[in-house]
């Protein structure tokens, strides 16, 4: 199976949603987001992103699917409509299994997890999961979905960058899986 990165972005207490949405609006976090899921250094290819089908059906539907990205929906439900060029799975290990064979094996430089919380914890435990880019947020916002803790598995290894929206200030890490 293929190796992946999550990329997510979370407030202070690791909240990432609220009543199915994301309970901020930085466009400044989301061009990083888009930035970092779209970018190779091999122009012939693109990336992938996976998500879970709450994520996907949370995701306004003029941004479905996300552009530039080869999109995988999870979902279980083996008659879930999705447009074309979009890929379903039924797990995680089954949309790397599919995003490892032809011709996706070719066409493909990174994955990357894009959430919901379920997805992110059962994606943090694998270890194919070899990176989180997370933008933290200097906020609180009460949420009610969370990322994972994480730091016992990944730990620190840079801060990629600083920023603010309006009066909101995030900060942008890169944490790495530990060597077991």
Not at 2 to 7: A, E, L, T
Not at 112 to 117: D, L, T
Request: with cysteine; charged share 30%.
């Amino acid at each position: 199976m293929r190796s992946f990165d999550v990329i997510s972005a979370a407030d202070l207490d690791l909240g990432i949603g609220k009543d199915g949405d994301l309970p901020w609006k930085l466009r400044s976090e989301m061009r990083h987001f888009s930035r970092t899921t779209k970018r190779t250094e091999d122009a012939t290819k693109r990336n992938a992103v996976f998500m879970g089908r709450v994520n996907w059906e949370a995701t306004p539907e003029k941004y479905r699917p996300l552009p530039g990205r080869l999109n995988v929906v999870l979902t279980r439900r083996e008659d879930y409509p999705l447009p074309d060029g979009v890929l379903r799975a039924n797990s995680i290990e089954d949309a790397l299994r599919q995003l490892a064979e032809p011709p996706y094996d070719r066409e493909i430089e990174r994955v990357f997890c894009i959430g919901g919380g379920n997805v992110y914890a059962q994606a943090m435990a694998m270890p194919q999961c070899t990176r989180l880019v997370l933008t933290r947020i200097d906020e609180r916002y009460g949420c009610d979905t969370f990322f994972p803790a994480h730091a016992e598995d990944f730990e620190l290894t840079e801060v990629l960058g600083r920023g603010s929206d309006g009066d909101v200030d995030y900060e942008i890490q890169d944490w790495r899986r530990r060597a077991v």
